[in-house]
């Protein structure tokens, strides 16, 4: 039993905080997560533990050094514990593999920001997704700049002359020559990003508005057009195959044998349909590295199930609801993410 490690565990202070063992070489091979750092480090070097807990053993035997981090709360050594995780990806820990790499809607951080389709996170700014689906991203996409009319462009503005042919087509306002000023554009930018939070009813109800409003002054083109976009609307919920209501903002998310599946519902459009690699892994596990390591959107509501009340009490802040199924859509919508599961492991 190495001595060093010992000595060290026996000087921790019982409080919140992250521990992290490391081999001959220095090399991080497991990072925890304690409430009280002492009591759980020393757990490890018990013949009790062993006898139950294999892993907890070789970590033991392979361990040559120990660091730790204190915290304030277990809520902290939580979050902390994933990022360590998700970055280090020490050999003993169970982390969130890609099984696929999955796109994303991507809002630059430029003063007329604009859309783009990205499979990384390297730039600033926004990211919406991931989805599932090329194809539905690309309708999406094209939805978003006939109601939006952000521009997708990343060219410098400010050597720009004249608009491109997607002004022309009502596709985008043209900031490059200052069609729209920085005020409208900004709204325009702050309505696309409700609809892709789940907004979409929203969305919805002011283009029936306006066309009734345009059909009532006669001006019938006008309002040939706003029908065209609902009708792109339409195609979009019919391209996902999976019913849901308007009003429903949600991740749906199923853990089970090795593989996470996670639905991602918003404003009753099914924009996600996707599968992890996820050995060993739990629930909160997905939802450490998911979410907070890998800096995705947290939803409105999650639905999970198998979380403890101390674990639902840990994310009460982020997420306005957390837990089981709390009718018989999101009881149907959990049933399609295990049958996700049990689709991939055919």
Known sequence: MNEKILNKASQLPEEPGVYIFKDQKG?????????????????????????????????????????????????????????????????????????????????????????????????????FGPYTSAGLVRKLLEFLQKVFRIRTCSYDLSRVKKPCFLYHLKMCSAPCVEKVTPEEYREQLSALTDFLEGDTLKVREALLKRMTVLSEAMQFERAAEIRDILSSMDDLYAFQGVEASLDLKADILAVSTGLAALLQVRGGMLLGKLVFDFPDGTPIDFITQFYYAKGNRIPKALIVTGLKKKDIKQFKRDFQYIGDPRDEQEERLLSIAFKNIDEEQK
């Open 27 to 127: 090399v991080v091979v497991y990072v925890g997560k304690a409430k009280k750092l002492k009591r759980r480090v020393l757990s490890y070097f018990r013949e009790s533990t062993w006898a139950k807990n294999e892993k907890a053993k070789r970590i033991a035997e392979e361990a040559e050094d120990l660091d730790f981090i204190m915290v304030t709360s277990e809520r902290e050594a939580l979050l902390l514990e994933a990022n360590l995780i998700f970055n280090g990806k020490p050999k003993y820990n169970v982390f969130l593999k890609d099984s696929r790499t999955y796109p994303y809607i991507y809002i630059s951080a430029d003063q007329y920001p604009y859309l783009g389709i990205t499979r990384t996170k390297e730039l600033e700014g926004s990211y």
